[in-house]
């Protein structure tokens, strides 16, 4: 079963550094999620994209945080430089255009020290 | 803008009883709604959904929901839990982002807890 890839799967950083998180999509899938998700709460979304352009990023801390999926295919998130307030689990998912079922990946870890 | 509220931060049960994870939404429009299941440092997996037909719905692990529109809720219950299902469950509804995108939005989250 196809299936949503991210990696790292766990990353630790000291904060002012640059971390940078992987997705690849579900093949065919058009659109493209970044969650963000703070531990004990529900994941609200980052950033949505159809193919390489954004559809959504109005909760995108803009002054630290960037996306993008040049080729339409897989995405990198980046954060630049990291605070201690974006620890938090960071989830990747994706569905077909139009569908209104979404696929999550496994996440990505992100500790903040 | 819509919005979920899963009305219990934790639910505690004993194995082999029954369990109701509830969950109300606001919208003016039509909804799609689901359950997603997370499991200790994994991302979420569908349990069911509900697009349109059928009130009730059948998900994987016997698990089921009920759509009520006129209660706007959309509660989660499985006759007979077992210690496997102990995880974080999520109530989220879809809403259009523009064009024919969606994009969900999740409740805080139920935690439940399957004790022997």
């Known amino acids: 079963e196809a299936e949503v890839a991210q990696s790292p799967r766990y990353k630790i950083t000291e904060k002012s550094q640059a971390v940078a998180f992987w997705c690849d999509p579900i093949s065919g899938h058009a659109t493209l999620y970044w969650y963000r998700q703070i531990l004990g709460q529900g994941p609200e979304l980052l950033v949505q994209?159809?193919?390489?352009?954004?559809?959504?990023d109005s909760q995108l801390p803009k002054d630290r945080f960037s996306a993008e999926r040049l080729k339409g295919v897989d995405s990198t998130l980046k954060i630049q430089p990291a605070e201690l307030g974006d620890s938090a689990m960071y989830l990747c998912?994706?569905?077909?255009?139009?569908?209104?079922?979404?696929?999550f990946g496994p996440g990505t870890r992100l500790t903040v020290l | 803008a819509q919005s979920v509220t899963q009305l219990d931060s934790q639910v505690p049960v004993f194995e082999e009883a029954p369990v109701e994870l509830r969950c109300n939404y606001s919208?003016?429009?039509?909804?799609?709604l689901f359950w997603y299941v997370q499991y200790p440092n994994q991302g979420l997996q569908l349990l069911l959904k509900y697009l349109s037909g059928s009130t009730l719905v059948k998900g994987i692990n016997g698990f089921e929901a009920e759509f009520n529109k006129s209660q706007t809720s959309f509660h989660l219950r499985k006759p007979s839990v077992h210690i496997s299902d102990t995880a974080e469950y999520f109530c989220?509804?879809?809403?259009?982002?523009?064009?024919?995108?969606?994009?969900?939005?999740f409740g805080k989250g139920t935690l439940l807890t399957v004790n022997p």
């Open positions: 998912a994706s569905s077909a255009s139009g569908a209104r079922h979404t696929c």
């Open positions: 989220a509804v879809s809403q259009n982002s523009g064009g024919s995108n969606y994009k969900l939005t």
């Open positions: 994209f159809q193919d390489e352009s954004v559809v959504d």
């Open positions: 919208s003016s429009v039509s909804v799609y």
